[in-house]
T-cell receptor, first 111, second 118 residues
Framework: GQSLEQPSEVTAVEGAIVQINCTYQTSGFYGLSWYQQHDGGAPTFLSYNALDGLEETGRFSSFLSRSDSYGYLLLQELQMKDSASYFCAVRVLGATNKLIFGTGTLLAVQP | GAGVSQSPSNKVTEKGKDVELRCDPISGHTALYWYRQSLGQGLEFLIYFQGNSAPDKSGLPSDRFSAERTGGSVSTLTIQRTQQEDSAVYLC????????????????FGPGTRLTVL
């Protein structure tokens, strides 16, 4: 089976840097994705790591280490609008593209 | 529209009634997915469509749940004899293709249908 664990809540201040971790136990997957979901909104895609290493997209970066069964999302220059839930997700090996989501991290950005 | 749309946005029903939830994917997207999100929880996969067929129904929680897709576009998720534990937000997503190998194939989510079973 697959399970992805994330911290339930993280609090940070505007302008700071925050790291949201994702540790997983899965038999095999294509890559690790990150989604952002504002309260009451639809999840939106942020980043994807097919290979180990760091992927950078503007203020957001994502990292994957398959050997450590670990990944993280790094948010820099935090803004109030970054307050949301963040989910890691894996695409499992097989014929489908279904995503298995992590438990989610609620990020609260304070002024 | 340009994005995934779902209807209704909210649905309140009585225990034991049947409900139908609709999803209109992004035009041209061949893959369609249904997920369920309970309050404060992550997203739980329900079913996946490639075209009109459903090669993966592994997430449907019981035989009260069914889904179909017609014309390679609109999908309907039906819940029969609803129970209070069915209360959740039901999210639909679509993507351009199903097989992606090592590259990403972003799933685009709709706003969801909030189902409340009294």
């Amino acid at each position: 089976g697959q399970s992805l664990e994330q911290p339930s809540e993280v609090t940070a201040v505007e302008g700071a840097i925050v790291q949201i971790n994702c540790t997983y136990q899965t038999s095999g997957f294509y890559g690790l994705s990150w989604y952002q979901q504002h309260d009451g909104g639809a999840p939106t895609f942020l980043s994807y790591n097919a290979l180990d290493g760091l992927e950078e997209t503007g203020r957001f970066s994502s990292f994957l280490s398959r050997s450590d069964s670990y990944g993280y999302l790094l948010l820099q220059e935090l803004q109030m609008k970054d307050s949301a839930s963040y989910f890691c997700a894996v695409r499992v090996l097989g014929a489908t593209n279904k995503l298995i989501f992590g438990t989610g991290t609620l990020l609260a950005v304070q002024p | 529209g340009a994005g995934v749309s779902q209807s209704p946005s909210n649905k309140v029903t009585e225990k034991g009634k049947d409900v139908e939830l609709r999803c209109d994917p992004i035009s041209g997207h061949t893959a369609l997915y249904w997920y369920r999100q309970s309050l404060g929880q992550g997203l739980e996969f329900l079913i996946y469509f490639q075209g009109n067929s459903a090669p993966d129904k592994s997430g449907l929680p019981s035989d009260r749940f069914s889904a179909e897709r017609t014309g390679g576009s609109v999908s309907t998720l039906t819940i029969q004899r609803t129970q209070q534990e069915d209360s959740a937000v039901y999210l639909c997503a679509s993507s351009f293709s199903s097989w992606v190998g090592g590259r990403t194939d972003t799933q685009y989510f709709g706003p969801g249908t909030r189902l409340t079973v009294l």
